[in-house]
């Protein structure tokens, strides 16, 4: 009958024996008698007041405020948490008794040499295949047959093109910078949204860029326009700002710049949608 609360004791014992014993130690010399003690280490979130003596155990004292000590440890005072976050980073962990505050890069942004570099945008006719994190930069992938991005960004992944249903026509083909417009030769005579989407397709097929400066007027310079983002954006806010009774005399403005081969372009894609549609009359 007395063996098992017996038992239980030892079993008491040899646990608060085992968690003294777990308690890491440090070699001090007694400056009284020379001989040396083995003293109780500090926790983590603490710091050593006093050494041990032979009759006492190591004083230790809590860490102050932005101050830390991240092991057992014998320190006569804490270590300041110097870990400021700065410029692109931003504050991941604070600064706690127990660890020094810890940053990471801002949304956006992905660590590099102990830098935050903004991630990599993927221009037009690129969609993001693998986000970029605050450890890794965005992977970007040439959009495939069938896809199209007009943008550039770090989120955005390629877009599937539009089908042209049955009885529409493919009345501008797309590529991985534009998507396909479709529609009937009907709604490209009527104007409105149809023909702005084809003419501003069909300006950004070219391999010149077009800066419009005014309702009139057309610059051009010697850029492939196709893989520049702010061009493209440039030309569709041009296209549809523009008036429409100005669009009809797309030719002639091309002529007039010396874009001949481009007006020829366009009049020869024109004369195909008319022939697929003889009762159909566009006013280009």
């Known amino acids: 009958i007395l063996l098992l609360p017996t038992l239980i004791l030892l079993s008491g014992l040899h646990t608060a024996a085992s968690a003294v014993d777990s308690i890491p130690k440090y070699e001090y010399k007694d400056p009284l008698t020379g001989k040396p003690l083995l003293c109780n280490r500090c926790p983590p979130g603490t710091h050593m007041v006093a050494h041990c003596t032979a009759s006492t155990q190591t004083k230790c004292a809590p860490c102050a405020n932005e101050y ?15 870990s400021f976050c700065t410029g692109n980073q931003e504050v991941a962990r604070e600064c706690s008794p127990t660890s020094d505050r810890v940053c990471r890069c801002k949304q956006g942004f992905y660590s590099a040499d102990d830098f935050c570099i903004p991630h990599t945008e993927c221009g037009p006719g690129e969609g993001v295949l693998t986000r970029g994190s605050s ?73 010149k860029t077009f800066v419009f400066f ?26 549809y700002k523009t008036p429409e009774k100005q669009l009809w005399n797309m030719p002639q403005m091309l002529r007039s710049c010396q874009l001949s081969s481009m007006a020829d372009r366009l009049q020869k894609r024109l004369s195909d949608i008319k022939q697929l549609s003889p009762n159909c009359t566009l006013s280009f």
């Open 214 to 239: 005014n309702k009139s007027s057309i610059i051009v310079t010697e850029y492939d326009v196709r893989n520049n983002s702010p061009l493209l954006d440039q030309i569709r806010d041009w296209v």
């Open 68 to 82: 830390f000590t991240e092991l057992w440890n014998y320190l006569p005072r804490c270590l300041y948490c110097h």
């Open 135 to 207: 450890k890794m930069d965005t992977v970007c992938e040439k959009c495939s047959e069938g896809f199209y991005s007009t943008s550039t960004s770090a989120l955005d992944s390629c877009i599937k093109q539009e089908e042209c249903e049955a009885g529409q026509l493919t009345l501008l083909q797309g590529s991985v910078y534009q998507d396909t417009v479709c529609g009937s030769c009907e709604d490209l005579a009527n104007g409105g949204e149809t023909l702005r989407r084809f003419l501003s397709g069909f300006l950004s097929k070219m391999r």
